[in-house]
């Protein structure tokens, strides 16, 4: 009968004082505003161009309405999912979040840390502030996989995988939509942009391919190798035969993140990844871009359940990961919300972040009467236009 919900709230009327942290998105945005630097928050919390995308993400939940049944016996509920192997405790995996030195010296260990005590997996950024191998140390044996910025040199995006491999990454993702970074009006006002200090390179100036392409080494001329890491990152040449190429690189999974279009979709079935991210990378690309759950519905019809379909951009409760599952998703990604935690409260706000979104799904889950995720489905929602 018990579960993350009335665990939680057990718990919580249980001590019967009140919390010392948010419950709520908007408290756990307000409490990083309050601790980080203009320039950090601004990079966190920002979007592209006028932001309308960033918005509409949000605005898109709005239109759809859950439909709970009564009357199910949800005495027995699980809200696990499976993702290529990865198991998740609830609809969710924490998604890559660069350079996260800039929210809290801990970063990505205390984002590992947090996810493996939940039981929800995290996908690590190519430009985390620690090398893949430190934050795999945190992780211990819960699952995690490795984000990939594919760059101009082939050589080092086969090193980043194949590590990436070796320290227990079980997937790759590759990251399409952000081969240069988007009109990011709050970064230029604040004139930030972290990786010019210096953050977010560790998986770069660790590796041997990147480090025999400079004439000095990054700890004696640091400027350089950061011209040499933004020389490698962008990347508008993109194309699918990159992506084939790491997927010819490593034998874990390939899952392409940043799919928003059906007939991109339909290629990626064509060119046989193991699965894709519908997302728009939390509005901070394309201003005046679909909102990502707009574009879900035609993507998952797309893909016509030939691969997992996960989604991201704009999940901030439970009630909006289980409308991304009833419009077909296999699961959620998870950005700022934990991003803003880990600002305010370092390990431990991430694992309350996490535990709240457990909890809220399990209640939301048993009161509209479902037993499982994956019973969730159209008819478990109303679009409100209709
Ligand atoms: C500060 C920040 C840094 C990000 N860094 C990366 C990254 O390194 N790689 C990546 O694929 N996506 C990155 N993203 C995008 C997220 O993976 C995800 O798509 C987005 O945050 C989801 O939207 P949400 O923040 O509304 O949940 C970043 C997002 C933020 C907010
Ligand atoms: C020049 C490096 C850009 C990394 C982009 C990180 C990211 O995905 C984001 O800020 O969004």
Known sequence: ????????????????????????????????????DAGAFGYIAGGAGTEWTMRANREAF??????????????????????????????FMLAPVGVLSIAHPEAELAVARA??????????????????????????????????????SPELNRSLVERAERAGYSAVVITLDTTMLGFRRRDLENAYLPFLKGEGVANYFSDPIFRARLKEAPERDP????????????????????????????????????????????????????GLVVSNHGGRQVDGAVAALDALPKVVEAVGGSMPVLFD???????????????????????RPYA??????????????????????????????YRSVRELGASSLLDARD
């Open 223 to 274: 400027e350089a190798a950061v011209r040499a890491f933004l020389e490698v990152y962008v990347t508008p040449d993109l194309t699918w035969d990159d992506v084939n190429a790491v997927r010819e690189a490593t034998s874990l999974p390939v899952l392409v993140k940043g799919i928003t279009h059906p007939e991109d979709a339909r290629e990626a079935v064509r060119q046989g990844v193991e």
């Open 115 to 152: 996810a493996a005590a939940t039981g929800v997996p995290v996908i690590l950024s190519t430009v985390s502030s620690f090398t893949l191998e430190e934050v795999a140390r945190e992780s211990g044996d819960a699952p995690r996989w490795f984000q990939l910025y594919p760059g101009r």
């Open 313 to 335: 951009s704009g999940v901030r409760s439970g009630a909006d990961a289980l409308k991304a599952v009833a419009l077909g998703a296999t699961a959620t990604l998870v950005g």
């Open 340 to 369: 803003y935690a880990l600002a305010a409260a370092g390990e431990s706000g991430v694992r309350r972040v996490v535990r709240s979104l457990l909890a809220e799904v399990d209640l939301q889950l048993a009161l509209s009467g």
């Open 1 to 36: 009968m018990a579960g993350y919900g009335l665990d939680l709230q057990l718990e919580v009327y249980g001590k019967g004082e009140v919390p010392d942290h948010p419950f709520s998105y908007e408290g756990w945005e307000q409490r990083a505003r309050e601790v980080l």
């Open 62 to 91: 709005y239109r759809w309405r859950l439909r709970p049944r009564m009357l199910r016996d949800v005495s027995e509920r699980d809200l696990s999912v499976e993702v290529l192997g990865a198991r998740s405790a609830g609809p």
